[in-house]
């Protein structure tokens, strides 16, 4: 049976989540993980039973595949916990049916269906999710602009911590601040901070300090839970830069957090001692 496969990778913002949907500058990079879709010719989807936000549905259909395809879908990325999960499985998608139903689709064309597919997900989005998953690689995103591409003169290490699933979706978190009375004020000061790492980066320099500022502004836009705090401050008071990235959640789990240390070996050993699982990867390795 003909099939075609398709991968689209995950992000990580490095800085700017919600303040971008506020037209604010953000960084973002894709990651080595991501969503691999198998599309085939059958007409029983299978996965759109399991669609639980009913995602895949709304990419099939507006790819032009409803009753033509069948997708099935094998994610690395955990689901809704801030790695881009939505917007690489809706990019993945469009892009599967698109190639199997015989059509070619640009990268501005897959950025628009799936940043109408990601509404879905996200309300109110900045569409910096669909932009980086699509046009990869280490981004600069103000909303209704074109990206800049960003180059950098030293790979920046980092850690990945999951401090678990947030039970709220992206749309409820971005409501969330919506509402928060304080909200000019906090995001002017992310703006702020974000062109400094933006900076930073570029020059190769230390983003640490600026990375934590970024974290703590956004515990006060109210995204980010006790666990992710308690995590937070355990590695602050060891000197590391620590952010939530993505939308976050207050209920339970705040998603992926990301780390910077001065000295690795000491944040690894605080974290193993505690049960806490982390990754290890570098900005600018993509
Ligand atoms: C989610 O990855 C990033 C948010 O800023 C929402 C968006 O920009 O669409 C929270």
Redesign the pocket.
């Known amino acids: 049976m003909r099939e075609i496969k398709v991968f689209v990778p995950g992000k990580i913002?490095i800085a700017g989540?919600?303040a971008?949907?506020y037209q604010k500058l953000a960084l973002a990079t894709s990651i080595g993980l991501g969503v691999k879709v198998r599309v085939t010719s059958s007409s029983k989807t299978e996965e759109i039973k399991n669609d639980e936000k009913g995602l895949i549905k709304a990419a099939v259909e507006i790819a032009g595949g409803i009753d033509k395809v069948s997708v099935f879908v094998e994610s690395q990325l955990p689901i809704g916990s801030?790695l881009?999960s939505s917007a690489a499985l809706a990019a993945a998608v469009i892009k599967g049916v698109k190639e199997f139903l015989g059509s070619t689709i640009t990268d501005d064309e897959l950025f628009q269906m799936t940043f109408e597919v990601e509404k879905i997900a996200?309300g109110n989005?900045?569409?910096?999710?669909p932009a980086t998953v699509i046009y990869r690689g280490l981004i600069a995103y103000r909303k209704g602009e074109p990206f800049e591409r960003l180059k950098i003169k030293t790979p920046i290490k980092l850690l990945l911590i999951n401090s678990g699933k947030p039970q709220e979706s992206?749309k409820e978190?971005?409501e969330l601040v919506g509402a928060n009375p304080n909200k000019i004020s906090i995001i002017d000061k992310v703006e702020k901070v974000v062109l400094l790492i933006k900076e930073r980066l570029v020059a190769g320099e230390s983003i640490q300090d600026q990375l934590d500022e970024n974290g703590l502004l956004l515990e006060e836009l109210g995204v980010v839970g006790e666990k992710a705090k308690q995590i937070s401050s355990l590695l602050r008071a060891i000197g590391c830069g620590v952010k939530i990235t993505?939308?976050g959640g207050v209920k339970s789990g705040s998603g992926m957090m990301i780390v910077v240390c001065p000295d690795y070996s000491k944040a690894k050993k605080l974290l193993d001692n505690r049960g806490i699982k982390y990754f290890e990867t570098e900005i600018g390795e993509v």
Request: aromatic share 0%; net charge negative.
């Open positions: 913002i989540e919600h971008v949907v801030g881009g996200h989005a900045s569409g910096i999710d992206t978190m971005v993505g939308a």
